[in-house]
């Protein structure tokens, strides 16, 4: 038998090939794309990078941010427990917290990232909140003042912004109240960091914030520390561990997170539709667990992964919270991160170093698919439980507002970007211009309206003469 020739049976197969597939498929494709683009506009969604499309078909994971995309932005601010030795959950009222620690007061009104510009004092939505929940304002020279009294002046004099990494920031302010002046430092941050840089931790410390947050309550805590007298030019030259070490606890602020409107409802056709969902929030892994638990993320017993003797455990998410920690009667392997059918019992939840744990090691990063919720995790875990995701041969969408979420969103098979503040749309703007038009002020000359005038005006420019020469 002749051998074939090479090039023919090349030619066969690319004709198979070929024959096979529709010459009309690519086309299809891309029309479908730009349909889908258009539909798109139509709901105020615009896609960036309209190759991802076709992915959003066949998404595994979807997973969401907490505060801003699930939650309200603007959180309702409560008061401050903790402050009231009597009853240490009592929350008490903005304008009273003076009266029970006035160094709380202090905090809220200088301990912020808040800026003054154009006559209006913008930022931080919850420390909005907060200034204005207490009675005062903030205005130009990064000074704060009460609104009830007119000799309590607080002065930011330097800054150590906010860090995921940290999960705290503060403040060095001049305090000028009568005759009083002081120089004071003013933190704020998690309750589990701020805790570990007092000098002397409160009994109901760990109880109170432990309540709030089991409750869904965004809960942060407050400290300061009085600073020795130093010339304005030294200040600068003070460090940020000296301000945020030996520090006083002086209250629990407490914010209320309400759910968005349609949140419940796009959580319910996604589980409904076979998808799964995840929450990673740098939130408080007790506030997160609640708020879950209402969307309907969590149906489950939830458990918690925790060190308990160098050993990393899980814990009943109940005990938890009592403070108590209890090991769940499901851990009864030698390896009980890795035991089977876990979360047919359970819905799981990492959070902090038991996240990054999971995360650095390869075993263990198997349990991540059944996990619920991650919480207190830093933008960059973010990203990587995304990568890990997508490693195990999963199309992943993440959502989120804020900018902790931009490394995820780009990790994502699909990304969605919350916008809070969308522009008019373009029929509205028309119908605003028609209103301004029909709402041209007369004018008392001779030729009528403005609008009448200017038309006079250009019908009154001489014609155009076009000189032929011969």
Request: net charge neutral; with cysteine; aromatic share 6%.
């Amino acid at each position: 038998m002749a051998e074939r020739s090479r090039y023919k049976l090349l030619v066969e197969c690319a004709l198979i090939l070929t024959s096979t597939v529709p010459p009309e498929l690519p086309t299809e494709l891309s029309l479908a794309v730009n349909n889908s683009l258009m539909n798109l506009q139509k709901l105020k969604i615009f896609c960036t990078e309209p190759f991802r499309i076709p992915s959003a078909g066949k998404i595994d994971y979807c997973c969401f941010d907490k505060t801003g995309t699930l939650t309200d932005e603007h959180l309702e601010f409560r008061g401050v427990a903790g402050i009231d030795k009597e009853d240490p959950l009592n929350v008490i009222d903005g304008p009273e917290v003076y009266m029970y620690d006035e160094h709380a007061t202090h905090v809220m009104a200088g301990c912020h990232a808040l800026t003054y510009y154009n006559k209006e004092t913008i930022g931080d939505p919850m420390e909005l909140e907060a200034l204005y929940g207490i009675k005062w304002f903030f205005t130009h020279g990064d000074v704060a003042v009460s609104r009830l009294s007119d000799r309590r002046f607080i002065r930011v004099l330097q800054r150590f912004h906010f860090t995921s990494i940290l999960s705290r920031m503060s403040t060095i302010v001049s305090l000028d109240i009568d005759d009083r002046h002081e120089l004071l430092g003013l933190v704020k941050g998690a309750p589990e960091v701020i805790m570990k840089r007092l000098k002397s931790i409160p009994k109901h410390y760990q109880e109170t914030y432990l309540n709030f947050a089991s409750q869904g309550k965004r809960v942060i805590s407050m400290a300061y520390k009085i600073l020795p007298k130093t010339e304005r030019d030294q200040i600068r030259h003070i460090s940020r561990e000296t301000v945020e070490s030996e520090l006083t606890f002086c209250g629990f602020l407490i914010f209320e997170c309400p759910l968005k409107p349609d949140s419940k409802d796009g959580i319910e056709s996604l589980i409904e539709s076979s998808h799964k969902v995840i929450m990673i929030t740098g939130d408080n892994p007790l506030t997160a667990c609640e708020v879950a638990s209402e969307l309907g993320i969590t149906s489950k017993p939830v458990l918690v992964l925790e060190k308990s003797e160098e050993k990393w455990i899980w814990v009943d998410l109940t005990s938890k919270a009592s403070g108590n920690l209890q090991i769940s009667s499901s851990n009864s392997t030698s390896h009980p991160l890795l035991e089977k059918n876990i979360n047919q019992k359970f819905d799981l939840c990492v959070y902090g170093e038991g996240l990054t744990y999971v995360l650095s090691h390869p075993q263990c990063s198997k349990i991540l698919p059944n996990v619920k919720v991650v919480a207190r995790s830093s933008p960059e875990n973010k990203s990587r439980v995304l990568t890990l995701l997508k490693s195990l041969g999963n199309t992943t969408l993440m959502c989120g507002d804020g900018t902790n979420d931009v490394g995820a969103l780009k990790q994502a098979h699909v990304g969605v970007a919350l916008l809070n503040n969308l522009p008019p749309p373009i029929e509205e703007e028309k119908e605003t211009k028609k209103e301004k038009k029909e709402l041209v002020p007369e004018d008392t000359g001779p030729k009528g309206t403005r609008a009448k005038r200017a038309r006079v005006k250009h019908s009154e420019k001489p014609e155009k003469v076009i000189r032929v020469s011969k």
